[in-house]
């Protein structure tokens, strides 16, 4: 999970077709592509995910600052289900999962009035396409960063494409990868498998071990890793050069 208080990276995705705008409910604030403006739908469907969230962390405070994966609680909220399930599989905590998590919520909504949607939240994306889709790899200050992007297919989606950076954003990382960007069948484990394997990434020579690591988790579909001037990609990815 990673967040750029400049959002500088929200240029990377765009589509001629689709409307775009912004939607902000205290602290989750998201870039929304679709059919038409959902902007209403999409701050009630927000804080329907995060009421049920909050209520449980308020229960569960443990849930906040896990670094390791909690037991599973059948009888959570969706969204808290979600993130356990994913931390569960990559090794972390929940919270490594909340973005991507809220993204996919809120996307699995909107398709209800657009059958093309894509949810960005702090760099962790929900996408639901009909036509393909490139998206940009935003790495801070590398040398790669914005100079290669993930081409997205229909047929691959809805998927989760999260990033993860030990070197962009505020948010908690024990790496130094500039960008670990996963491709997930949700976007909650794609979140945290970003997170955990970004974890992995003290230096270029890491970057196979991360990688190594990533494909061994079930349901994570690719993973490109940024460090300087050098990348390393893994499983079903498509790069073209910007």
Request: charged residues 20%; contains cysteine.
């Amino acid at each position: 999970m990673t967040e750029y208080r400049e959002r500088r990276y929200r240029h990377q995705i765009r589509h001629e077709r689709l409307v775009t705008f912004e939607v902000t409910v205290q602290e989750t604030d998201l870039l929304i592509l679709a059919e038409s403006n959902l902007s209403v739908l999409a701050k009630d469907v927000i804080y329907k995910v995060r009421g049920p969230l909050e209520g449980y962390i308020a229960q569960h405070p443990e849930f906040l600052h896990a670094m390791t994966p909690l037991p599973y609680d059948k009888l959570a909220p969706p969204v808290v289900r979600e993130m356990l399930a994913a931390a569960q599989s990559c090794g972390t905590g929940p919270m490594a999962a909340v973005a991507g998590a809220i993204a996919e919520q809120v996307g699995l909504a909107l398709l209800s009035e657009s059958s093309e949607v894509v949810v960005e939240n702090g760099g962790d994306c929900f996408i639901k396409m009909d036509s393909p889709l490139q998206v940009s790899i935003f790495a801070g200050h590398a040398e790669l960063s914005d100079r290669v992007a993930l081409r997205i297919y229909p047929e691959k989606t809805p998927l989760g494409v999260c990033t993860s950076s030990g070197t962009v954003g505020h948010s908690l990382s024990l790496g130094h990868a500039d960008a670990v960007t996963v491709l997930g069948s949700s976007a909650a484990l794609a979140d945290a498998t970003a997170t955990m394997t970004c974890n992995q990434v003290q230096s270029a020579n890491d970057i196979q071990r991360a990688l190594d690591f990533a494909q061994q988790i079930e349901g994570v579909m690719g993973v490109i890793i940024i460090v300087g001037d050098q990348i390393g990609a893994w499983g079903d990815v498509e790069l073209v050069s910007i």
